[in-house]
């Protein structure tokens, strides 16, 4: 059966976490997939897994299966534990960095602190740094590593955006309190207001909705991550779709040449966005911790 290039599963499967790499014929067999190896099933064989009844699907991402997103996360933080190690080895053995690739890591790091954490948290940044640098280059060798034909953009799914989010939520929270105190950090969520006390019910009512508003931006921060990364990774599937296409039906051959140069520039318009939104899910970040440390 000829295959639909634009059906919406086969589009979406390919930008979707799984338990394979969609990879040639010529490297995945038949299929065209490189299967991930599992450990479920020789542990099921040890132990035996408990049957919860309907929340098996609710416990799903508990299921101990290793899909492709976890894979290339693991490969991101690799790389950024080869490449920051030897540049603290570097700046350690010599009084300062000296070629293209430790030049460049370092002023990506001196513009995380001095155009991001600085001014958006203020007095105090510099201990959110690593933080913040980990935040940074993860997204983007993350969103990068989508640019690799056969793999894909981690950041693409809910899953990933949602723990980085957690993660800032919780720089938020623990910033928030060792700066003001428990009592501080809560009492800080309603911003100083000069009403009378029979008005006390409205800062009561502000309260709740300031609480509201801290987990509804963390949630923003990861859904705009999300549809920032699968918008164009979707679209550029659809553009390569067309290629298919016209290898199934000669009379459109022509559309082939366009959708080879589309992809091209939205390749191009990717990698800049991969850089913007790691920028972008940084400086949030920032802002969000330099609202969280004080008071206002």
Known sequence: MATDYFDAGHLIGHIKDAEYFEVSKVVGGEDGKLHIPQFRDSLESIVAMPDLGPLNDLLEPLNLRITKFMVLET???????????????????????????????????????????RPAIGHGADKFLPFLWTIFFFVLACNLLGMVPWLGSPTGALATTGALALCTFGAVVIGGVRAMGPIGFVKNQVPHM????????????????????????????????????????????????????????????????ASILGAVALSLLELFVAFLQAYVFTFLSALFIGMAVHSH
């Open 75 to 117: 490969l991101a933080a690799v790389l950024m534990i080869l490449f920051f190690c030897g540049l603290a080895n570097y700046l350690r053995n010599n009084d300062r960095p000296k070629g293209k690739l430790w030049n460049l890591l370092e002023s990506m790091l001196l513009f995380i602190r001095d155009d991001v954490a």
């Open 194 to 257: 000069d009403l009378p006390f029979y008005m006390f019910p409205l800062k009561v009512g502000i309260f709740f909705i300031e609480v509201l508003g801290l987990f509804i931006k963390h949630f923003v921060l990861a859904v705009r991550l999300l549809a920032n990364m699968m918008a164009g990774h979707l679209v550029l599937a659809v553009i390569v779709a067309f290629i298919g296409a016209a290898w199934t039906h000669p009379a459109i051959w022509g559309v082939a040449p």
